[in-house]
């Protein structure tokens, strides 16, 4: 069983940086592959990026390629999404999500696994 809590979300500027933190209590979560999804209001789930279980491999939306940056630490039992040069359209609740799986799927339904999600608001 994968438990997970997500921290770190808050109010920032468009241009500003934020860094969620994605917790653990299972023992078997070193070995879970990992992602980010976001859901703004109205809209569905949408993929923001993933990591294998290693952090050898690591697969992003486009939207946020070359702006948010996957990481895991797996001694600590955590993943993190550090989000540089936010943009309006980044408003979401993020959501952070594991698997035992070979791949890293963009479908939420091919994650077993949810934190409760933690909100990000980006001013313009």
């Known amino acids: 069983q994968v438990q997970l809590v997500e921290s770190g979300g808050g109010l920032v500027q468009s241009g500003g940086s934020l860094r969620l933190s994605c917790a653990s209590s299972?023992?078997?979560?070193?070995?879970?592959?990992v992602a980010w999804f976001r859901q703004a209001p109205g809209k569905e789930r949408e993929f923001v990026a993933a990591s294998t279980w290693s952090g050898g491999s690591t697969r992003y939306a486009d939207s946020v390629k070359g702006r948010f940056t996957i990481s895991r630490d797996n001694a600590k039992n955590r993943v993190y999404l550090q989000m540089n040069s936010l943009k309006p359209e980044d408003t979401a609740v993020y959501y952070c999500?594991?698997?035992?799986?070979?791949?890293?799927?963009?479908?939420?339904?091919?994650?077993?696994?949810w934190g409760q999600g933690t909100q990000v608001t980006v001013s313009s």
């Open positions: 999500a594991a698997e035992r799986t070979d791949s890293l799927p963009v479908l939420p339904s091919s994650w077993g696994y």
């Open positions: 299972g023992r078997t979560f070193t070995v879970h592959n």
